[in-house]
């Protein structure tokens, strides 16, 4: 698990996330307001704990709190503002998520966050590497989206 704090023994659940600096005078706070840290579950670990669940639980943990700490910390409170988050495929590591499962539950996440949180001005950008897996999310992403669209008109018809 990871420390909440740095020398800190109190852990971060799986599933959940916290936010930190970058560090002052790294590279990371050149270009980014804050770190948001989140444990996913290893794939193949624990009978008792749903690992896609619990990858669910990342994004939305990870998600609210990156956007909302770094529009704090950058002092962007304007509904003009643009706020950036950039994320990787969260557990398709070393926590050995099939590439397919992790690009599953990334996209639901991301578009469940959009529809139901997002508030405009928000940017979640995806750095991954791998064009092939990149083009795969943004498929997968376009198709949660079509779904999401479609149940909501089937909703509103009646």
């Given at each position: ?13 799986v ?51 990156g ?22 495929l ?21 578009v ?47």
């Amino acid at each position: 698990l990871l420390p909440i704090l740095y020398g800190s023994d109190e852990k971060c659940p799986v599933g959940r996330a916290v936010a930190t600096s970058p560090g002052w005078g790294s590279e990371l706070s050149k270009e980014y307001e804050c770190v948001v840290h989140t444990v996913p579950p290893f794939y193949h670990h624990s009978p008792d704990v749903n690992p896609e669940e619990g990858l669910s639980s990342c994004y939305k943990e990870a998600l609210p709190l990156g956007f909302r700490e770094g529009a704090k910390k950058a002092g962007l409170l304007h509904v003009s503002d643009v706020i950036r988050v950039a994320s990787p495929l969260i557990g398709a590591g070393c926590r050995g998520f099939p590439g397919r499962v992790a690009i599953k539950v990334a996209a639901e996440e991301s578009v469940r966050w959009r529809d139901n949180e997002g508030a405009g001005g928000e940017v979640l950008a995806f750095g991954i590497p791998d064009r092939v897996i990149a083009d795969e999310l943004v498929n997968e992403i376009e198709q949660e989206d079509r779904k999401r669209r479609k149940a909501l008109r089937e909703t509103n018809s009646f």
